[in-house]
């Protein structure tokens, strides 16, 4: 007996180095603000939350969407806690529609509506999105022809590309205060 086809597909690999590194930059400098501005702030403390909360983005980065025979699944991990990120699962036949939202930004995002009514974001940054698009077509026979990603490659390389500047201008910062004594008023 053949195996039931199943594809997964993962966060790109860009937008996880792209969004983790952002992450990075904005808060690196955190720590040694308080050796800076004198403030009681342990910078222990400031370390330790941090680390969650670079290991919270982590685990909403590993987010996978599961194609299979039966239906459509986004699942995360085992260690991630349902309290951060939540799944979902529908069967083919439970979709009705996808159905375009406008975003605030000005962007299209695509949502399953179910015969029940409810709506199910469609993961659009997923490596691999046009066949993940296609095997929707294939399983629901709904038309995708006009469904495109979010965002496209060369925003999150510019994004990335900045992050980058970034992270060089924080390591300048850093090195200065470790170097240098600061005399506070």
Known sequence: MPEPSISIFKI?????????????????????????????????????????????LYGALAEQVVLGEQGIQ???????????????????SEI???????????????????????AYLLPMRVAGFAQLVRQVQFYTGID???????????MYFILLGLTLLLLTVDGWIIWTVVSQPFALS
Request: hydrophobic share 45%.
């Open 12 to 56: 790109s690999p860009l937008i996880r180095l792209t969004l983790l590194s952002l992450y990075l930059a904005l808060t690196i400098p955190l720590p040694f603000l308080p050796q800076v501005a004198g403030t009681v702030i342990p910078p222990s403390l400031l370390w330790a939350g941090l680390g969650l909360g670079g290991i919270a």
């Open 74 to 92: 986004v699942t995360y991990p085992s260690w991630v806690p349902g309290l951060l990120r939540r799944g979902w699962s529908l069967s083919w």
């Open 96 to 118: 009705k529609a996808l159905k375009p939202r406008s975003t605030g930004q000005g962007g299209v995002v695509y949502y399953f509506v179910s015969h029940s009514g409810e």
């Open 144 to 154: 995708t022809t006009d469904v495109r990603p979010l965002a496209q490659p060369w």
